[in-house]
Nanobody
Framework: QVQLVESGGGLVQPGGSLRLSCATS????????MGWYRQAPGKQRELVAT???????SYSFSVKDRFTISRDNAKNTIYLQMNSLKPEDTAVYYC?????????????WGQGTQVTVSS
């Protein structure tokens, strides 16, 4: 029912910036908490940022003050603005729609987009 498509990943130098986009299949922000996760090779997938239905945001300590999650309701799109990128930010980034509080809990994932921070 819900489709998520990420874009915007790529290769960037340390200190550079990227903006990831997650296009959704409809107006889902009133139902789902949106989030960005990332997974590096050999590591567990970790939560990067969340955007709740009421607009509240949260960030992992490692990206706080560098990354910003936002949404464009008209475009049904979630963004992750990443500034001051570090090599340790290298990972596959996934968009997530979390409907854990629904009567029938459900969750959706995008296909992922690679972010590589390197000189």
């Amino acid at each position: 029912q819900v489709q998520l498509v990420e874009s915007g990943g790529g290769l960037v130098q340390p200190g550079g910036s990227l903006r990831l986009s997650c296009a959704t299949s409809g107006s889902i922000f009133s139902i789902y908490t949106m989030g960005w996760y990332r997974q590096a090779p050999g590591k567990q997938r970790e939560l990067v940022a969340t955007l709740a239905r009421d607009g509240r945001t949260s960030y992992s300590f490692s990206v706080k003050d560098r990354f910003t999650i936002s949404r464009d309701n008209a475009k049904n799109t979630i963004y992750l603005q990443m500034n001051s990128l570090k090599p340790e930010d290298t990972a596959v980034y996934y968009c997530n729609a979390d409907g854990s509080r629904l009567t029938i809990p459900r969750q959706y994932w995008g296909q992922g987009t690679q972010v590589t921070v390197s000189s």
